[in-house]
């Protein structure tokens, strides 16, 4: 090729009708493109190219998927030719889309300069990520090799639609109990809903749009970590609502699952079930994504306090966002049973959940004990986005139990006040007077997801003022963002690596709710400084 480029500056004298043959093996292969035209002078010439490749299956061990793009090209791996044709064809309209998308923002000159870039440049852990779209079909692979130990609460489709028609407070609790007696009948039967797949919620006129796997960083080998999806999801649920609804779905499902193969737990060496009815797991699994989640081992996250809580914030928030009633019917019970899951960390029956004296959230090298401003602020929340999400699936006496116990609870998380921020925790310990940055995390999505405040406007105010005089100006000049952790005497928290680190993550949640409690000043200083940190380059 080389030669006939130099020679003839094209391919145009090559033999076009040669018969291709397989390259030989332990041969170096080549490809090559060229194209010749006549640029006028004063004139412009564009030469589009298109460079694809079809690789239709994803394999985990002896699982097998198909892309979701194979329901267009088909799936025997040759369509690379129509895919990259349909590149050059309709390219220019993909590209007007974007620009069309974006221009609105762009455009707006009341934005500050940093905004745009920001906003737009931060969706690169969609594609960034090892991402994997399948068609949402079963793996092609013998139903044989899924433990039988394993057991998963399912009911049949129709069953999930009297939900709606929940007229006495027992309803939610005879459709957990008659899934839990039907699957007794299925423990020692391998069945593909033995796992976290999903798509057997979706209602039968529904367009099976396929599951979503993504990594948030590509050395963090777990896919989808629901303890900070709770931060990322929003640009899918803008964005591309019925894959972040297709997430949800699945987590719904593994909810209702349990695995009791025993994985052992690297801070403390012992051996504990992988996952347990009724715990959201961390993540979605990685070397048998679906059917083995939890990946994670450096806790046991079945007594995490904060999954759960966001699991339900989320649900809630997608169901407001996409006005998809189906979907709150059909992951319902997976939230009712999920709620019950946390009882057993109400140490004191006052409502409100305690963390139990090691890193039980999603800062996991961060000890906490007790009632603490993240998993409790966390919970409440839930618990008011447990009784709204009832009141709209019908189940009116579980909207009031909720409703109850998020009164309780609200009362007990205020306790934590301390006159200017909430305290960390309220074990009396070294630290649990931290003033942490994401303190508020429970207050912000509760107003994200369209909810009732969980904490009084002053008091707000007062947190957000003091997160930001202390965990963003007294840190290198105000110019990092918001330290995770600040010590009431403005030094940093360095009782752990995670109280003194800075993450993107955090740092926009409490931008979003100064953005809230329109405290414009702190916000556009803390997005500036965010932009510098974290934006344009990955982090």
């Not at 004063?42 to 394999?59: G, H, K, N, Q, Y």
């Not at 068609?135 to 013998?142: A, H, L, R, V, W």
């Not at 699952?257 to 012992?270: E, F, I, L, T, Y």
Request: charged share 20%.
């Amino acid at each position: 090729m080389w030669h006939e480029i130099k020679k003839n500056g094209s391919f145009d004298h090559l033999d076009h009708n040669e018969t291709p043959t397989p390259s030989k093996p332990g041969s170096s292969i080549g490809a090559a493109i060229a194209a010749s035209l006549t640029i006028p002078s004063d004139s412009i010439r564009t030469v589009t190219f298109s460079l694809a490749w079809d690789c239709p299956e994803v394999r985990f061990g002896q699982k097998t998927y198909h892309r979701r793009y194979t329901r267009f090209y088909g799936t025997h791996g040759n369509a690379a030719a129509s895919i990259a044709r349909d590149a050059i064809l309709e390219h220019a309209l993909w590209e007007s889309q974007i620009e069309a998308w974006q221009r609105p923002v762009l455009d707006d000159k009341r934005l500050p300069e940093w905004y745009p870039v920001t906003l737009f440049n931060e969706l690169y852990y969609l594609n960034a990520g090892r991402t994997i779209w399948t068609d949402g079909s079963p793996p092609m692979q013998s139903l044989g090799t899924i433990r039988e130990r394993k057991f998963f609460i399912n009911s049949p489709r129709s069953n999930l639609k009297n939900t709606a028609d929940m007229s006495h407070q027992n309803d939610t609790a005879i459709e957990i109990l008659e899934r839990m007696a039907a699957t007794l009948e299925q423990v020692h039967t391998p069945l593909t809903s033995n796992s976290a797949f999903g798509t057997y919620l979706l209602p039968n006129e529904e367009e099976n749009i396929g599951q979503l796997l993504y990594l948030e960083g590509i050395e963090y080998l777990m896919w989808n970590t629901y303890d900070v999806h709770f931060y990322s999801s929003f640009a899918l649920v803008m964005l591309f609502p019925k894959l972040e609804l297709s997430i949800q779905r699945d987590f719904a499902a593994a909810v209702m699952m349990h695995d009791p193969d025993r994985m052992k737990v690297m801070s403390n060496g012992k051996l504990a079930k992988r996952k347990v009815l009724g715990a959201v797991p961390h993540d979605i699994g990685f070397n048998d994504p679906w059917f083995e989640v939890n990946a994670y081992n450096l806790h046991n996250t079945d007594r995490w306090k904060d999954l759960n809580s966001k699991f339900v914030l989320q649900v809630y928030r997608d169901m407001v966002a996409t006005g998809d009633k189906n979907f709150a019917r059909a992951v319902w019970p997976s939230v009712y049973v999920a709620m019950a899951y946390m009882d057993q960390f109400d140490k004191d029956g006052d409502g409100m959940i305690e963390n139990e004296g090691f890193p039980d959230q999603t800062y996991d090298i961060w000890s906490v004990s007790g009632v603490s401003a993240y998993s409790g602020g966390l919970w409440v929340a839930a618990l008011q986005a447990a009784s709204a999400m009832a009141c709209e699936v019908g189940d009116k006496a579980s909207a009031n139990y909720f409703w109850v116990r998020y009164q309780k609870a609200k009362a007990v998380y205020d306790t934590l006040w301390n006159g200017s921020y909430f305290n960390y925790d309220n074990s009396g310990g070294s630290f649990s007077a931290s003033i942490q940055a994401d303190q508020l995390a429970g207050q912000w999505y509760a107003r994200a997801c369209g909810l009732s405040p969980i904490v009084e406007k002053d008091k707000v105010r007062s947190a957000l003022e003091k997160v930001y005089n202390f965990n963003v100006l007294k840190v290198k000049g105000g110019m990092r963002g918001a330290v995770n952790g600040m010590l009431p005497d403005g030094r940093v928290d360095t009782s752990t690596v995670q109280s003194r680190e800075i993450w993107s993550g955090v740092t926009y949640s409490v931008a979003a709710a100064m953005i809230q409690r329109r405290c414009w000043k702190w916000h556009f200083r803390l997005r500036l400084v965010s932009m510098k940190q974290f934006g344009p380059k990955k982090v």
